[in-house]
C-alpha cells in the first residue's frame, strides 16, 4: 500500500504552510506567531476541542473518532521551536529573521501533524480521541515537561503517544527506531577552580588554575575509558574553557570550563555525575586549588516502549515505507524522552534524504517526506484505534 492519495493531493498546501513556518522561525516558548497560526488551522479543520497555552505555548488539538471517542487515546506530537542559528542555506524562502532559523525540522514536523489532523478530521474512521500534540521549547527549554506539568496526559486521558524527527542521511520513505533507549539523557556541568594569580615568572609563589583546570579536563576523559562498562554508552565532552587572564605573563586566579555528559544508561548516568564531581574537586585538591563543581540535569534517555515500536513499525511498512526497527541509538537528546516517562509509545526518525546535518546552518526540511510523515501518523492512528 503505497502513501495515503490524500497527502498527495495536501503537498502543495502543507509544504506551503511548512515554509511559511521556515521563513518565520521562532524560539523557545515564543513561538507565539506559530502555535497562534497552529490553532486557527486545527480549529478550521473542525477539530472538536483546541486549547492554547498549555505549557505556556503549546497547543493541544482533539479529534474524536466515529464512535464519538470511546476507546483509546492516542497521543502524536510535533515540536514547533526553531534555534539560534543565522541560516546560509540561500533559499528563497529562507528566515526573515537574522540569527533565528528552522536548522532541526521542526517547521516540517509541525506541517506534517498539521497535514495527518486535517486528513483525520476529514475522515475520523477511526473509534477512539486522537490528541494532537504541538509543542514549543524543544531546543533546551524542556516544552514536554512544561505541557505535561500542565496537565497534558490527564487532562485528555492519553493511553500512548508518538513522535518523529526528521533524520538526514537516511532515504525519504525510510522509517529507523529501536526498542528501549533510543537518545540519550543529556547533562551539563560547570567547574570553576579556584587558586592564587602571581606572575608567570615565579609560578613557585602562585596556585597555578589553569595547570590544574588542564589535568582536571584530561582525568575527566578517563570516566568513560576507566570507569564505565566497556560495553555502556557515555559521551563526555568539555565545549568551554577560560580564565580570567588576558595576559601571557599572568597566572589566573580562576579557571572555568563546561561541559556536557550523554547516556544510554541511568546507572552510567548517576555515576558519571558522581566521578565529575570527584575528579575536579580531587585534582584541583592536588594542585593546592579548590573545584566547585555545577551539575545541571537535562533530559532524560529517551526510552521506546518495545510494543508501540512494533505497532509504529506495521503502520509505516502499511503506506509503503522500509522500516528498520533494530537501529542504533545515537547520543544526542530529545525531550519527547519526558512523554515516554508518563506513557508507553515510541518516537522515530523519518528519511530527509541527503541534506545537511540538523544544526547546521544550510540545513533544510525535505518537502518530499512530508506526504510519507503524514501517512504514517494517519495510518497509527487507524491502526492503532479501528473503526468497527
Request: charged residues 25%; contains cysteine; aromatic residues 6%.
Amino acid at each position: 500500500m503505497p502513501i495515503k492519495n490524500r497527502f498527495a493531493e495536501l503537498l502543495p498546501e502543507i509544504t506551503e504552510w511548512r515554509r511559511d513556518m521556515h521563513e518565520n522561525p521562532e524560539l523557545m516558548y515564543e513561538v507565539h506567531r506559530t502555535a497562534g497560526l497552529v490553532a486557527d488551522r486545527l480549529r478550521a479543520f473542525g477539530c472538536d476541542e483546541v486549547v492554547e497555552g498549555i505549557g505556556r505555548t503549546g497547543v493541544v488539538g482533539v479529534i474524536k473518532g466515529k464512535a464519538n471517542g470511546s476507546g483509546r487515546v492516542v497521543g502524536l506530537r510535533a515540536d514547533m521551536d526553531a534555534l539560534p542559528i543565522h541560516e546560509q542555506t540561500g533559499l528563497d524562502y529562507a528566515s526573515k529573521t537574522p540569527g533565528k532559523m528552522h536548522a532541526c525540522g521542526h517547521d516540517g514536523h509541525t506541517a506534517m501533524l498539521l497535514g495527518a489532523a486535517k486528513y483525520m478530521a476529514e475522515t475520523r474512521n477511526f473509534d477512539g480521541t486522537l490528541v494532537l500534540i504541538f509543542q514549543p521549547a524543544e531546543e533546551g527549554g524542556a516544552g514536554a515537561k512544561a505541557m505535561i506539568d500542565d496537565g497534558l496526559m490527564d487532562r485528555w486521558g492519553i493511553d500512548e503517544v508518538y513522535g518523529v524527527h526528521n533524520g538526514p542521511g537516511i532515504p525519504v520513505g525510510e522509517i529507523m527506531t529501536c526498542p528501549g533507549p533510543l537518545q540519550a539523557s543529556s547533562d551539563e556541568f560547570e567547574i570553576i577552580v579556584t587558586g592564587k594569580g602571581g606572575h608567570a615568572a615565579e609560578p613557585h609563589k602562585a596556585v597555578d588554575t589553569t595547570l590544574a583546570a588542564a589535568q582536571i579536563v584530561v582525568t575527566l576523559h578517563t570516566i568513560v575509558s576507566r570507569n564505565i562498562d566497556p560495553l555502556g554508552r557515555v559521551v563526555l565532552t568539555v565545549g568551554v574553557f577560560e580564565t580570567d587572564s588576558n595576559a601571557s605573563n599572568i597566572i589566573p586566579d580562576k579557571a572555568r570550563m563546561e561541559g556536557t555528559v550523554r547516556c544510554l544508561e541511568p546507572e552510567a548516568r548517576a555515576l558519571a555525575e558522581e566521578r565529575v564531581r570527584r575528579v575536579a574537586e580531587d585534582t584541583a585538591a592536588a594542585f593546592g586549588a579548590k573545584a566547585e563543581v555545577i551539575w545541571t540535569p537535562g533530559y532524560p534517555v529517551t526510552v521506546n516502549d518495545a510494543t508501540s515500536v512494533e505497532y509504529a513499525a506495521e503502520a509505516a511498512r502499511a503506506v509503503g515505507m522500509k522500516v528498520d526497527a533494530t537501529a542504533n541509538p545515537i547520543m544526542p537528546s530529545e525531550d519527547f524522552s519526558y512523554m515516554l516517562e508518563e506513557r508507553p509509545g515510541a518516537y522515530l526518525f523519518l528519511g530527509n534524504g541527503d541534506s545537511a546535518q540538523c544544526h547546521h546552518p544550510e540545513y533544510n526540511f525535505n518537502d518530499e517526506a512530508i506526504p510519507y510523515g503524514c501517512s504514517f501518523f494517519a495510518e497509527l492512528v487507524e491502526r492503532r484505534m479501528p473503526a468497527a
